[in-house]
Every structure is written in C-alpha cells, then in structure tokens.
C-alpha cells in the first residue's frame, strides 16, 4: 500500500492486481486490518453509491480474482466476510521506535497514486501520512537519544518538510542540529519554522520553541541569566510530566494566580521548579520560597519576605517574635522592582495566611504573578487550577519505574508486567513509584511486589535531601491528615473500609452523620476525588495507598471490626432497599445503583461469604445479573453461594436472601450442567425445609420445581400462585409455568401463560417483566415457524428494551429479528444483522460471548446455506463448530444440530458426516442424563433433528423415529435447516414427563447408536 497497490504472487515476489476494482478490494481490507472486514461494509467501501444487485457474488468474483495470482493464504475468508494477513501499512502503523527507520524504508512512492480518488485513497493516503510523520519522528529522536544527531538531521528534516507548522518538530531538528555542532543551522530552522507560521497563521512560533532559541542564541553570545532564586535544576529526567507542564506553561503566563493542587507525593513541587525554569525568559525574577518550614500562620509572611530578600534589619529575631513593621512594605517593593513570579510551595498547612497575604501581595503588586503548590486550592478570585493526574501505570509510570530501579541498580531484571502491576498498586505516585524503585538495590521485583502488601513499611528510605514528610509513604499520608478536622480525619479512616468508592448516602449511612461538610474537607484536601457514576449521582474515591492508610489506621487503633460492621450494616440495608424494585422494572434506577455497587459488595462476599451482609449482597447480585441476562457471573459465585448456604441465615430477612440467591444460582448450574448443580440442589434442599422459611415466590421455585422429582406437584404450585393477590408474584408464577411449558414442548400453552403475564405487567408496570415476556413471545412464535408474527412482536420490543440497559436481551432480541428476516425471505437484511451480532461485545464473560458467537456465525452459515453458495456455507458451519462454547450451551446443540442437516442438504457425502453426528449425539445424551425431567424439549429436538437428517440416507426407518421424537419435543423452527428437515412431519404431542428416558434410549438403540458411519 505504501506505493503502487502490489501483492505478494505466488511467486514469492510482489505484482499489481489486475484491473481497479481488485486493488480497491485489497485496499479496503489492508485498511481493515487484521479483523477483516464483512461483506456488507466491503459492499459501502467498494460501491458506496451503486451497488451490484448481488454485492456477495459481485465480491466473491473479486476475491477469486485476486487469489488467483496472490501467494496462498494471503487473502483469507472470515465469519463475516475477509481480511488480508499483513500489509506494509500494517507494519508501518505498529513499528516502535527500535524498527522505526526498518518502517520507513517500506514506501515505495505516493501511496495511492495509482487509485482513483476517492474515500479509501483518501483514508490510505491520511493514514500512511500520520505513520510516515509519526516514524520520521521515532527514529529521529531515538537517534537523538543514541547521541547520533548528524544520523537524525535528514530523518527530522523530512519530518519538518511533512509538518512545516508543527512546533515539536522543529525543536527537533534544531536540537539535533546544535547537539551536532551546527548551531547557526539550527537557529536557520527556527528562524524558517518563524516565517511559515507568521505567513500562514499570523502568529508567533510555540512558547518552548522560543525559548530553546533563546537558549541557543545564549550559548552563542554567552549573556547573564535571568535571577532565579531558590529554584532548583533536577539531577533527573522528569518522566511522564510534558502535558502538565505545557499547561503550566500557558497557563501561569495568563493568570496572575495559578496553583498545582493534588494528592501528597504526586510531585507539585517537582513541577513548580521545572516549570519556573521553563518560563525563565518570561520574568526577570523567580523567587521560589518554601512554606513547609512554616510552622504557624504569622511564620508565612516572615519566610516569603526572606525569600524575596526583604530581611527585617534587627537579623537575631526568632519567628515566634512579632514581625517587625517595615517587612510588609519592603516584601512589596521587593516584588514590585521587577517583573516577577512568586512560587509559594506547600500551602496547605498554612492556607489561609498563604491566600491571605496572596491576595495582598497580588493587590499592591499589579506586575506580579503567583505560583502556588498545595493539597488544597487558595479559593481565591481569579485562581487557576491545574490538577495532575496520577501517571498511568503502564506507559509513564512504568518508564519512571523502570529509570529509577535500573539507576538504582544497573542491570535489574525487570519484568514488564509486573512493573506495571507493582505502578498500578502504587496508584501512579511518582513518589511512591520511586520509593519503590530505590528497593530494588536489595530485592528483585517479585519480592517487592509481594512485599507491597504492607506498602507502608517497604516505602521508606528515599532522597536523603527530600523533606521528612517526603522520605516516605507514610509520612507523605500522615502530613495530610494533620490537616485535617478531627472529625474528617475520623472520617477518611472509617470511608477506607469501601473498596471501590461510594456515594454521598453511603458516606452518611457508614459515619451516622450527614457526611456533606467533611466529604468536602476531603476532596479539598486532595484526599478523595469525585466524578459522575451516573448523570447527577457523585461517586467519591480514595486513591489505593490513601485507603490502604485508612485500613492501617483502623487495625491499629482497634476500629476496624466495628468499621467493618458498619460497612456491612450499610450493605444489608442497600440490598434489601433495592431489591423489591429491581426484577420488577419499578424503579429505573435500581438496575444503575446495583450496577454501581457490583465491585463492593463482591468484596464484601470476598470477605466472607458466610456473613449475613454477603447473603445479601449475593441476593441482589444474582437477581442483578439475572436482570441483565449476564449468567456467567451468576455461575461465578456458586462457590461463594454453596459457602454461605452452610450457616443457618440469622434472620427471616437472611432465609428468605438465602433461598433467592441459591435458587437462581443452582438453576443457572442446571442449565450450564455445572457440576456444581448437585451439590446447590442438595444445599437448598436443606435450607428449603427450614420451619422459618417463608412462603413466598423463590420458596415454592425451589421447593416444589427445583428440587421436586414430580414435575405435576411443581406446576400445581405454580397454578396456585399464578392467582397469587400479588401481582408481582402471578406474574412471575405464568412466567415460570410458561418456561416450563416450553421445555417441555407444550408451546401453545406456554403461549397463553406468557399473555396473561404482559396484561398483568402492562397494568401494574412492571417494565423489565413486561419486557422479557415479550421477548419469550417472540421467541415462541419464531420456534412456533410464526416468523412475521415473532418479527412484529421482537421489533416493537427492540424499539422499548434499549432504554433498560439489559445489553444481553438486546442481543437475543437482534438475532430473533436477523432470524425471523431470514425466515420470510428477506436474506440481505437478515445477513447484516447477523454481521452485526457477529460484530458486537457485550458485558457478559467469556461463555456468554461464545454462545453469541455461535448465534451469530449460526446465521451467517444459514445465509450462506439458503443462498447455495456450498463452499463458503461449509466453511461457516465448520466456523460454528469450532467455537468452544460450554459443551451444554443450547445454542451449541442448536446449532449442531442445523450444521448436520445443513451438511446433508449442501450434498456432504455421507462419510463425512460421522464425526459430527456421533459427538452431537454423545452430547445429548450427556444433556439429557443431567436434566433430566428439566430437559429443555425444543432444543433437543432440534437435535435430534439434524441426526435424523444425517441418518436418512443410511437408515431411513431409524431417522424417522428420531424426526417424530423431535417434532414431539417442539424442535425449534427458526434455524432455517432444521425447519427444512421438518417439512412434511406430521405433528406429534409432546412426550410428557418421561421425556429425557424416551431420548436417552432411543439415542442408545443399535441403528441410531451406528448412525451413517455404518
């Protein structure tokens, strides 16, 4: 791409294609990378105006003729459509530095020369720019960096000829000029670089580019520095900081009052004197006076008069001493003899004397500007404030990390990973993160890291010239919180014990007080930060090592269990408030908090899983999850939910959490045929039969349909409740009786459960019930072959289901749809949905995303199939097998049962269909066995389905006996290859209890257990 469009042959050399449209195709997919793109975006890229009738044909003719002379492999096929295995510009837009100038001998001429213009020569030609520009960059300062400017100058030349205006650029060239000797050149570029600017903009060159040419005009007429007085030069790098001081750099030139204000250690005053010295030539004095000696307000105006050098006359005068009265005035006309900048540093225990006299000094002194270092801001008029973030742990920090362990002890083994982990646990504190390094003198890596779980002792010892409070972690900390109120220091200590930040009504639940005013002390003091969770709901948080102080300080004074108590108190009383509101869709905003808390309380079961507040945290988890459709989660925490199922609840509140949790939680093990689902039905068999359990839904869920082998008592429970006076609760009861309705194959009475369910949820508002009835109605309808019935009802459904945030359903929802389109004929449209199911990521873990997955390729396979296209829908069904989704998912026996007919149909010789026939067999026995009188009938007769398809050839009399079975189990019809396998079977009635026994042995008989392998 880097050139003229040309392509690997066969040959081992490279040619061009033949003719425009195969180089487009090529383009588009080199721009794609290495996901591809599919055949719906290939058709935008390549006829973006008129597409061919047949864009899939018109595309697979492109793909055949590039193949045709490409070395094998190149162009390879994809779910969705294709993708290129490597490009040039690939390569070029991932090289590092070390590879930079290899990357650069890539171009081959104008990238794009021999394209049309359009879109995607555009997109190559920007792309390849910014990678040609960003390499020149790369290799110039890395050969900078090597001390090989005369290497650098041609590489930085051409950078500056691709970004005449660009600041940066030109600071590099004149650098590696001038480091080569040649400062005249290097004042030429700058002088040049000053012309372009003023021609084409009308303005002055960057501020950091002026001053690196007064710098060097310096060394040429070797002038008298400007006055700079207590400021430091640094004996090292500072790493990670170029934005922050950029922004000072603009920012305390424009404002007469700036100030850094962040967390201790996080290195204000490290940028305060960089940033002085770098604003040199702004001012022509920097007086830099340091306020940590000061001991008491009336010290401040004593320490800065020093500064600035207005001593009072009597010299042997002690700061407790009353100031004399001539030390304002000769402060001010010190200040007021030239421009200058005041740098007051460490504020924050002296803040209001600092803005005190600020505001004076800033008031009689109208040529002085103010600089200023603290943990809290002056809140004064007209006050600028820069905030510096903690530096992100795998770039800046870890590069700080890695300078200051290989300083303190050349030749350290650094594990890249680990350094990450040891910054992120470190919070991004540069001064922690130095600390840290300096121990590497005595310790490898993973020691350190394993010894950072009492950071606090580790984290000591650092710049023997540095402040006390700055030698190490803790002293850092602990000259915050002398700051604070007795109150807000009790405050932060108490808000440690959660985990993953909290909100204003937590704060007020765990300190028993309305937590306004000392929240706000908090953040003032740079203690806790606060952002939005949600539009109009704060959320505070600690930094790690702020909170891991806190827990310290609690364990050793002896207010860590009682700390814990609250916590958990609050815990119970979030759950149980939010739990009637949530499955019911009442209160939108149950799901969001829920949500929100999902990390705290999974801390709390992390705990302890036996706890009465982890009871009831893993109730609303479930229930949350369940909500959301994420059932891998749920799985997650069995183990946890078989711990605390083992201590009886303590509460009636507790037995009731118990049973929710377990019942959701086993029957999620039953339908993944966890191996853990034995031992939950046992645990919430025990915990069933309690005398204080009370009646209420999850009960009689788990008593009489869980754990009752007669399936007829557990329908006749739900019949009783389905007339429960709580509406909430019949609901919820047609709903289940509908689920088992249809895993038993009874599907019209299924039908009519799930529309009693929606009038009762339309009335009371019950939105996400309402909701997820309709989707199971469309649902049915489409396994029903009701295809534009189901489309009309997932449509309207899709429409109102986004607002609720349940991405899982929204999922379910689009594969209904692309699948009830494919149904009735509307091919395209079904392909581009199932491209954009295929295309999508959602919350749910890994089983949750193979099971999409499948679906998604399912589909597409299906596409190809009803189109013909034999070798691109073998491909795809073999794509489908090969997706390791959880051996019971029943999205995977779907669809292994719709690849076996589908292989029959496409004329796959019969041979070929051993292999898949006997695993999909052995697999429903195995499913089979486990759920036995739960067994899920459509989904199992759809696989009985495909084996029957497989078998016909062989052993006609034998696959009409599993084709009855399966219509009697309600095979699902709309996975189009199972349909086709139906047609023409007369319907059956479902099979009844004795279901799963009736599929086991007629899987077992000898002509089904030969099956068309002979």
Not at 890 to 906: D, I, K, Q, S, T
Request: charged share 25%; with cysteine; proline share 6%.
């Amino acid at each position: 791409m880097l050139g003229s469009v040309r392509a690997t042959d066969r040959s081992g050399g490279d040619s061009a294609p033949a003719g425009a449209m195969p180089r487009r195709l090529l383009l588009a997919l080199a721009l794609a990378g290495a996901e591809g793109r599919s055949v719906g975006a290939l058709t935008d890229d390549l006829w973006p105006d008129d597409p061919p009738r047949n864009p899939r044909a018109a595309i697979q003719m492109l793909v055949s003729r590039v193949r045709a002379t490409a070395a094998d492999g190149l162009l390879e096929s994809t779910v969705t459509g294709y993708r290129v295995i490597a490009s040039d510009l690939a390569l070029a837009e991932r090289a590092g530095a070390a590879g930079a100038e290899e990357a650069l001998a890539l171009w081959r001429g104008e990238p794009g020369a021999d394209l049309d213009q359009d879109a995607l020569a555009d997109e190559l030609l920007e792309r390849a720019t910014r990678a040609r520009v960003r390499l020149l960059r790369l290799a110039g300062q890395r050969l900078l960096d090597e001390g090989r400017p005369a290497a650098a100058v041609p590489l930085l030349e051409r950078l500056v000829e691709a970004l005449p205006l660009d600041g940066p650029a030109t600071a590099l060239l004149m650098r590696a000029a001038a480091d080569d000797g040649r400062v005249d050149a290097a004042l030429g570029a700058f002088a040049a670089h000053r012309e372009r600017v003023a021609d084409a903009l009308g303005a002055d060159p960057d501020p950091d580019l002026v001053r690196l040419n007064t710098a060097l005009l310096r060394t040429q007429a070797s002038p008298t520095s400007a006055e700079l007085v207590g400021v430091r030069a640094a004996t090292t790098p500072l790493l990670g900081r170029e934005p922050d001081l950029v922004l000072l750099g603009t920012t305390v030139p424009a404002h007469r009052l700036t100030s850094i204000v962040g967390t201790g250690g996080l290195g204000k005053t490290r940028l305060a004197h960089e940033t002085a010295l770098r604003l040199a030539d702004r001012y022509e004095r920097i007086v830099f006076a340091e306020l940590a000696g000061a001991q008491e307000d009336a010290d401040v105006e004593l320490v800065v008069g020093a500064a600035v050098g207005a001593r009072p006359v009597q010299r042997a005068r002690r700061l407790a001493e009353v100031l004399p009265p001539d030390l304002p005035t000769r402060t001010r006309e010190a200040l007021a003899a030239r421009r200058t900048l005041l740098v007051l540093d460490n504020c924050e225990h002296v803040v209001d004397a600092a803005a005190s006299l600020t505001a004076d000094l800033l008031g009689a002194v109208p040529g002085l500007t103010v600089l200023t270092t603290s943990r809290v801001p002056l809140l004064l008029p007209g006050e600028a404030v820069v905030a510096p973030r903690p530096l992100d742990a795998d770039t800046d920090a870890a590069a700080l990390f890695i300078a200051r362990a290989t300083a303190a002890r050349p030749g350290v083994s650094l594990d890249l990973a680990l350094v990450e982990r040891v910054c992120s646990r470190l919070d991004g504190l540069p001064l922690a993160i130095e600390l840290a390094a300096a121990r590497l003198r005595s310790m490898a890596l993973p020691e350190l890291d394993a010894r950072l779980a009492d950071r606090f002792a580790v984290l000591v010892g650092g710049d023997r010239t540095a402040p006390d409070r700055h030698r190490t972690l803790l002293a850092v900390i602990e000259w915050s919180r002398r700051l604070l109120s007795p109150a807000a220091a009790d405050a932060l200590t108490a808000l440690a014990v959660f985990p993953d930040g909290f909100t204003a009504s937590a704060a007020d639940a765990l300190l028993g007080t309305d937590a306004a005013e000392l929240l706000t002390e908090l953040v003032d003091q740079s203690l806790l930060t606060v952002g939005e969770a949600r539009p109009g709901r704060s959320r505070y948080r600690m930094l790690e090592t702020v909170r891991e102080y806190g827990l310290r300080e609690l364990r050793d004074t002896g207010r860590l269990t009682d700390a814990l108590a609250r916590f958990d108190a609050w815990a119970v009383r979030f759950a149980r408030a939010t739990s009637p509101g949530l499955l019911a869709g009442l209160d939108p905003r149950a799901a969001g908090a829920v949500a929100e808390e999902e990390e705290t309380l999974l801390a709390i079961v992390r705990r302890d899983a036996r706890t009465e507040a982890a009871v009831a945290a893993l109730a609303l988890l479930t229930e949350s999850w369940l909500y959301r459709g994420e059932f891998e989660p749920i799985a997650g925490v069995l183990p946890a939910l078989l711990e605390a199922g083992r201590v009886p609840p303590a509460s009636p509140d507790a037995v009731a959490e118990t049973v929710r949790a377990l019942a959701i939680g086993t029957s999620v093990a039953l339908i993944a045929s966890s191996p853990e689902a034995l031992r939950a039905l046992a645990l919430l068999r025990r915990v069933v039969r309690r005398a204080d359990v009370s009646p209420g839904f999850w009960t009689v869920f788990a008593r009489e349909l869980l754990l009752s082998p007669d399936f007829t008592a557990g329908v006749g429970a739900l019949d009783a409740l389905s007339a429960d006076p709580d509406p909430l609760v019949a609901a919820f009861a047609l709903m289940m009786r509908s689920q088992l309705a249809e895993n038993a194959g009874r599907l019209d009475a299924a039908l009519d459960d799930l529309t009693a369910a929606d009038a009762i949820t339309t009335r009371h508002g019950y939105t996400w019930l309402r909701h997820l009835g309709r989707i199971n109605i469309a649902s049915l309808r489409s396994q029903r072959g009701e295809a534009a019935a189901a489309l009309a009802v997932a449509l309207r459904t899709q429409r109102e289901i986004e607002e609720l945030g349940v991405e899982t359903d929204v999922r379910q929802l689009e594969w209904l749809v692309a699948a009830c389109r494919l149904s009735i004929g509307e091919v395209d449209e079904a392909e581009r949905g199932f491209e954009r199911l295929a295309e999508s990521r959602g919350r749910g873990g890994a089983e949750d995303e193979a099971d999409n997955r499948v679906l998604a390729a399912a589909g597409l396979a299906e596409v190809a199939t009803v189109r013909r296209d034999v070798p691109l829908a073998l491909a795809r069904w073999d794509e489908v097998l090969a997706i390791q989704a959880r051996s019971g998912s029943p999205w995977r026996l779907l669809a292994a049962g719709g690849a076996l007919a589908a292989r029959v149909e496409l004329g796959v010789p019969v041979a070929d269909l051993a292999v898949p026939y006997r695993r999909l067999r052995t697999r429903l026995i195995a499913v089979a066995r486990l759920q036995s009188a739960r067994i899920d009938a459509p989904v199992t007769g759809s696989g009985l389905v495909g084996l029957a398809a497989a078998l016909r050839p062989v052993d006609p009399e034998a696959a009409r006996g599993l084709l009855r079975l399966g219509v009697a189990l309600a095979a699902r019809r709309d996975l189009p290859s199972v349909a086709r396998a139906l047609a023409g079977v007369a319907p059956a009635e479902p099979p009844g209890p004795g279901a799963a026994a009736r599929v086991i042995a007629l899987l077992r008989s000898p002509a089904v257990r030969r099956g068309p392998g002979g």
